[in-house]
């Protein structure tokens, strides 16, 4: 059986390979006796500022002569050795139902992907469709709309191949772990990912390699025997008998008995059209807020002290909350990155952020948001959260002088409800102007920031708000609306055959998450129905 050896530490100077000797000083055998080793986890421990190491839990084999001499070894504090089995990836044997047309896939965000290569790999076929564009000629709309050019509803920063999550950072963080996770993990590291995606504490792949990690993965799809069908915007459902029959989309109507919604949290007109078809919903939790832009100078002073680690460590990023009545806590932290619009709909405005693989950017800048729950939404009705968020959009899109700038004030005038002049520095690509943003969130918002943004200045020593901005609303974070589904069928109840999945049908809360549930929605139908005949 191996052995899990956890807390095993390394300089930030030194070299990976000396893992393996420092994984046996702790066993307390010859750097011989290790047949095999892996790395499982690594994290930064940052807490000493004068001693900053990297944490590594390490799988390793070893002889049973070697492993009795290791049980009988008590390990250096703080190391730990345990047995290790990890728990194996599993996927069913096909079920007996027969398939007659091939599995829809509404969505090519990371939970659509996920589920067309699992049901391509099993000879399912899946068809992928999606409204938007190829990432290579999306890639080309939102660079002209960063330059001053018309916004395209179809094809931007949230519609498009892979999703929204192509271009907001590429941060593979999950809460959960388990062989699902591991598999998703490495799918990304096959598909021109890296190695260590498998293993970091929180991953990162930046949005300049995500467009390449997505067209790999509809490669390995089509490979596979998958297809896709761009720029085909899903317009109803063709329920009979509650049983799903076809879909109608913009490109014709497509035969369907498995239709997998994978829309995404910004895809308005599609929650609509579900709702006016009958499709059970329920309002959800989300998040809403603003985001702060700050010096990535001061965030690497005040996370590696006097010390120019950056230089071999990066980028520093960090995550905060301030504990009230209302949480404020920071989301999506983006490292030497940039602040990007997160629009969707004509005439509205929102911002997100994203950073690439080098993180080089003199700014940081993460969301501080609230989560807003449902009795906050102003209706019980189950769309009102996005009635909110387009309530607030809206009011950015005008403070940006109806041309998508991005309204944005200094830190410290927005606490004390002075206008902001001048010239503001920013990442924003296409440009800022200076705006109250107290306008652009609710009041239950407005007190956390208020009460929450001395706090943080406080613990950072005045570092936090030091040439801080503050730009808005940040309310694209999650779906605000949830499509309801069985837990064991993973269907949408009364619908035969629809299976909501990913963070737009309320499901998930990342790229790594949601593609999780894609590949469990994947299971649940590969489980029932038996794989479609080869023509």
């Given amino acids: 059986m191996p052995l899990r050896v956890r807390n095993v530490r390394l300089g930030i100077e030194e070299s990976e390979q000396a893992l393996p000797e420092r994984v046996a000083q702790a066993l307390g055998v010859a750097r011989g006796d290790i047949l095999r080793w892996r790395i499982l986890r690594k994290s930064l421990d940052a807490r000493d500022k004068s001693d900053l190491a990297f944490v590594y839990s390490v799988e390793v084999e070893v002889p049973e002569d070697a492993k009795r001499l290791a049980s009988a070894h008590l390990p250096p504090e703080p190391v730990i050795v345990e047995p290790y089995v990890e728990p194996p990836f599993q996927m069913p044997d096909p079920g007996q139902e027969p398939l007659h047309h091939p599995p829809v896939i509404v969505g090519s965000g990371p939970a659509g992907l996920a589920a067309a290569y699992f049901l391509a790999q099993y000879g399912y076929r899946p068809l992928v469709l999606e409204r938007g564009k190829p990432v290579r000629e999306r890639i080309r709309d939102i660079r002209s709309f960063d330059a001053g ?231 019980d009705h189950p769309l009102a959260g996005v009635e909110l968020q387009r309530r607030f959009e809206r009011r950015a899109w005008e403070l940006g002088r109806r041309l998508y700038y991005c309204p944005i004030q200094w830190a410290k005038d927005f606490l004390e409800d002075r206008p902001s002049r001048g010239k503001i520095p920013s990442s924003y690509r296409r440009g800022v102007v200076p705006a109250e943003i107290a306008e652009l969130v609710p009041p239950v918002i407005l007190h956390a920031l208020k009460r929450g943004l001395p706090i943080l200045d406080r613990r950072w020593f005045g570092l936090f708000l030091r040439d801080a901005t503050l730009v808005g609303p940040e309310a694209r974070g999650s779906s605000p609306v949830r499509i309801v589904r069985d837990d064991q069928s993973r269907m949408c109840p009364g619908f035969e055959g629809v299976y909501p999945i990913g963070e737009g049908a309320g499901y998930a809360g990342g790229i790594v998450s949601a593609a999780v549930d894609g590949l469990r929605t994947a299971r649940a139908i590969i489980a029932r129905y038996a794989p479609l005949e080869k023509k």
């Fill in 149 to 379: 050019g018309p916004h395209d509803p179809e094809s931007n920063y949230l519609f498009g191949e892979g999703g929204a999550g192509t271009f907001s950072d590429g941060k593979l963080t999950c809460r959960n772990s388990g062989p699902d996770v591991r598999r998703v993990l490495e799918l990304f590291a096959e598909c021109k990912g890296k190695p260590s995606l498998v293993y970091e504490h929180r991953p990162h792949l930046g949005s300049n390699r995500l467009p390449a990690v997505v067209k790999a993965f509809r490669q390995r799809i089509e490979s596979l025997g998958g297809s896709f069908r761009f720029q085909c915007r899903v317009e109803d459902l063709d329920i009979v008998d509650g049983r799903l029959r076809g879909i109608c989309t913009s490109s014709g109507y497509i035969p369907a008995q498995v239709g997998i919604l994978a829309i995404g949290h910004s895809a308005r007109d599609t929650y609509a059209m579900l709702w006016r078809r009958g499709l059970p919903m329920v309002p959800k939790p989300f998040q809403f807020g603003v985001r702060i832009e700050q010096p990535q100078e001061n965030v690497n002073r005040y996370q590696y002290g006097g010390q120019p680690l950056e230089l071999k460590l990066g980028a520093a990023d960090y995550t905060v909350v301030v504990h009230g009545g209302v949480d404020l806590y920071s989301f999506c932290m983006c490292a030497g990155g940039h602040v990007i619009p997160s629009v969707s709909e004509p005439e509205h405005f929102c911002t997100n952020g994203m950073s690439y693989s080098r993180r080089d950017s003199p700014f940081a800048n993460s969301g501080l948001v609230v989560t807003l729950e449902p009795h906050h939404f102003g209706s």
